[in-house]
T-cell receptor, first 112, second 108 residues
Framework: DAEITQSPRHKITETGRQVTLACHQT?????MFWYRQDLGHGLRLIHY???????NKGEVSDGYSVSRSNTEDLPLTLESAASSQTSVYFC???????????FGSGTRLTVV | QKEVEQNSGPLSVPEGAIASLNCTYS??????FFWYRQYSGKSPELIMF??SNGDKEDGRFTAQLNKASQYVSLLIRDSQPSDSATYLC????????WGAGTKLIIKP
């Protein structure tokens, strides 16, 4: 069965370190998204991609970067982790917007 | 700014009753409308989507869309304790805009 997987499920890192969160989907979806979810803020879009070599900034992109070298993967990099980036991160993919998004299981990141 | 508004709740409903969740949106160009369910500590999962005015039924769930009034609702009939979750409304024109969610509690 097709799926979207995120790794790691939990991560603790220190302030200032570079961290990469992985997202891998086997749906063959062109569209992939990264969100963060915090209490009181709901889902906030960090970056998104509509295809290989395409990346776009979302509403909370500062301090984050992504790259899309193939259809299956969209890794999210925190260049220099900050305590404000402690959050739950969700990756999602979609065939097109009209069909809704499929989410990964999430990564809980703690920056200490 | 395009917005999707939901009452944060919690909305408490007795088991077996109908739960009614509402969502309003600001972008009149919105084309597709989605309801996601998110259990605590889990990822959102799509439960309903609707494109056209009117009702769409799927088992115990009914989505209702009124584009003129810019609202979409989700009815859950015969509510079960397993329906207790946060329900997220999302609408799309060129991008998906999310509501903050309504926490639903079904009391046995």
């Amino acid at each position: 069965d097709a799926e979207i997987t995120q790794s790691p499920r939990h991560k603790i890192t220190e302030t200032g370190r570079q961290v990469t969160l992985a997202c891998h989907q086997t749906w063959n979806h062109n569209n992939m998204f990264w969100y963060r979810q915090d209490l009181g803020h709901g889902l906030r879009l960090i970056h998104y991609s509509y295809g290989v070599q395409d990346t776009n900034k979302g509403e909370v992109s500062d301090g984050y970067s992504v790259s899309r070298s193939n259809t299956e993967d969209l890794p999210l990099t925190l260049e220099s982790a900050a305590s404000s980036q402690t959050s739950v991160y969700f990756c999602a993919s979609s065939e097109s917007g009209t069909y809704g998004y499929t989410f990964g299981s999430g990564t809980r990141l703690t920056v200490v | 700014q395009k917005e999707v508004e939901q009452n944060s709740g919690p909305l408490s409903v007795p088991e077996g009753a109908i739960a009614s969740l509402n969502c309003t949106y600001s972008d009149r160009g919105s084309q597709s409308f989605f309801w996601y369910r998110q259990y605590s500590g889990k990822s959102p999962e799509l439960i309903m989507f609707i494109y056209s005015n009117g009702d769409k039924e799927d088992g115990r769930f009914t989505a209702q869309l009124n584009k003129a009034s810019q609202y979409v609702s989700l009815l859950i009939r015969d509510s079960q304790p397993s329906d207790s979750a946060t329900y997220l409304c999302a609408v799309i024109n060129y991008q998906l805009i999310w509501g903050a969610g309504t926490k639903l509690i079904i009391k046995p």
